[in-house]
């Protein structure tokens, strides 16, 4: 019988260094962006940069999303399902079909570049969009590349294998920026990087996947495990080009915005993205879906339910005082960053705060809707992605014409996205609570300890940057106040979390 007392600690462990991987990834993704930033400026080529990147980034949001959906559940379950080579021979089968509909992306991509380039940006300069459209040719490339990729990170994750596989895109990155930086100083050269770099990505997955027991097999596409795969990948297919769709209409009215609108709000998207999504929330999820899914297939609600509370509660004490910290110091933190470039200076401090307050509804959706994913129900998540996705247009397509008379009229895309979190929240807490066998959720309690954490890291971040030495740079006092931030909320967190674990 597992030790009840090893199952939140070994969730904390593998998420946290999970975490830790992914940062790592993040952060040379932040060097990535910035190589080309520095070297190019911001301006209309920037603005192509961010208007062509935003279509293969959507459809590889997609295949990631599909992959923690249902890939990783799957393969975990088809282990137990599946006996002798019938195994490999439909994992080669999915990856067969995910290549395939990546080249099918790409080709639709290369082809209506043009076409596509005009209906994201209307209101843009001819040469703008045609600049655009080269560059979305080249990252064509990147699509089926990902896509096979994708595939043998989520076999990994379901062996537990979950560490480097989380920081697949640091090897996009490590090859991409010496490309950008090398390289001629031109845009199509952003684009050849992220090619080179998701080409990459297929040789390292392939290459650890096969020192952990991965064999090439022939495939067997028609294998009935994999059409029933097929069949639900249907409804997380929707559900994740539901948010794709949502940043092409965000995409739509911020080509109505002034010259580097497109270039903030693609910053904004990236680094909330990456710093929730992928270094935070989804390190969680990947070792917590996996032993959902185990504990479910062998009709263990209890253990089920104890694994949400963890979930919940680990989520809750990383996402809450990010989401605080977040408002606090992005404003002190981003011109170190990103300089104090004519246009961006006061606009892209304001955007990240505000984009910050969509952490903890982002980490506290992902949580609910997790034994849903692990039992490979996806018809709960749809509707939860299309009622924030119609949330997020209706509240955007109001603020729009509001924000005409703002200082800063962008801040109508994060106002928006932030809000629209806590109507998947909402919904997420409502299904949940209707699903048998899961028992107290202990949002509540997971919320007030979170918060405090929160709390006590915004007071000390504060403090040290009012009270604070300062330096001839100004770079000492934001630098200082992350570290108080961040040390005073990780410190109460710990003592939050052994506390929770003590009433268990």
Known sequence: MPDRSAEPHALARQSGITA??????????????????????VGAGSDAIALSLRLPLALAAIAVALGAQVLVPTFTAWRVELAGDREPGAVAGLMLWFAGAGLAGAGTLALLAGPAMRLLSPDWSPDTLDAAARLTRILA?????????????????????????AAMSLVLNLVGIPIILLGPARIETVAWAYAAGALAQVAVMAA???????????????DPAVRHTLGLLRRPTLAAGLNPAMRVLEGIVVSFLPVGSATVVHYGNRIASALGGTVVFRSVMVALIPRLGNALANGDEAAAARLLRHGIRLVALLAVPMTVLGVVLFPAVTPLVFGDRPGTAAVLPAVLAVYALSFAGSGLQRALLAPFFAARRMAEPLRNTAYGVVANAGLLLTLYPLASTWAHPVLAVPIAYAAAQYVNVGHAWWLARRQP??????LAAALAGSLLCGLAGALAAWLVHRIGAADASGALRPVMATIAGLGASAATGLATWRRGLDRD
């Open 437 to 442: 066998g899961l028992g107290r959720l202990g």
């Open 141 to 165: 490339i990147y699509l089926p590349a990902l896509a096979a990729a994708e595939v043998l990170r989520s076999w990994l994750i379901s062996r537990l294998v979950i560490g480097f596989p």
């Open 208 to 222: 650890l996947a096969h020192h952990h027991g991965w064999r090439a097999h022939w495939p067997r596409p028609r």
């Open 20 to 41: 830790v991987v992914a940062l790592l990834a993040v952060a040379s993704g932040f060097l990535l962006d910035l190589a080309w930033w520095h070297r190019l400026g």
